[in-house]
């Protein structure tokens, strides 16, 4: 079955479910998931497919979380997947992820996340396992920024993707794009003015091989490190 709403989708994780269908643009809601058995949170759905090959081309589902939502917090031991999700104005992260289990990301979409807030990863937030592989597929990160140059975001690198103390990162196939920071004009400034390092991706003791992937306009303030 396709859920309508993401409350009754993760009321539906049992043992032995492995996916979640999602349908349709959907009212947003932060959720907690806990996943000690593989779980696959798969969007794009009109309602009548039968498996996830019957979605229609391209299709997402959108989750709009109007600047007053943060996203998803998951904590796993076990493999957990993201496809065909657009996450939409997250007030803070759209992800954010701890615990010794994978983590995929496959064509989805993270716009315009944490626009108000300070802080790492918007878009994506991971730490804490040398266990954990993170991989980012065919999707698509942009706009994740503050929108407030003069904030002092010096410890807050990573603005749309951070992982720390991970097995790895993988980035195929995707585009992060206007990430960061708006352009500061730093003169006559004083260096409280904020500034990113790592503007779209900032790794903190993990490996990343990053394969087919475009940065374009990520901005980190008035610094070096704006990729």
């Not at 019957?54 to 299709?59: K, L």
């Not at 997947?81 to 992820?97: G, P, Q, S, V």
Request: proline share 2%; net charge negative; charged share 15%.
């Amino acid at each position: 079955d396709a859920f309508a709403d993401l409350d009754s989708a993760l009321a539906a994780v049992v043992p032995g479910k492995t996916e979640i269908w999602i349908s349709g643009q959907i009212a947003a809601s932060s959720l907690s998931i806990a996943a000690s058995s593989p779980l696959a949170l798969r969007g794009g759905f009109a309602g009548t497919e039968n498996s996830p090959a019957d979605r229609a081309a391209g299709s997402l589902t959108v989750l709009d979380f109007g600047n007053a939502l943060g996203g998803f917090t998951i904590d796993n031991s076990a493999a957990v997947e993201i496809d065909r999700l657009e996450f939409l104005r997250c007030r803070t992260r759209a992800i954010a992820k701890s615990g010794v289990g994978d983590l995929a990301l496959r064509d989805s979409v993270f716009t315009r996340c944490g626009q108000n807030a300070l802080l790492k990863g918007r878009a994506l937030y991971a730490e804490g396992s040398s266990a954990a592989n993170i991989s980012i597929t065919n999707c698509v990160v942009r706009g994740n920024m503050t929108v407030d140059s003069n904030r002092g975001e010096q410890s807050n690198h990573g603005a749309a993707v951070y992982v720390s103390g991970c097995s790895r990162l993988f980035v195929d196939d995707s585009l992060f794009a206007s990430n960061g920071m708006q352009l500061v004009d730093m003169t006559g400034a004083y260096d409280y003015f904020g500034y990113v390092l790592g503007a779209a991706i900032y790794a903190d003791s993990t490996p990343v091989t990053a394969r087919g992937t475009r940065f374009a306009a990520n901005c980190n303030g008035n610094r070096q490190g704006g990729g």
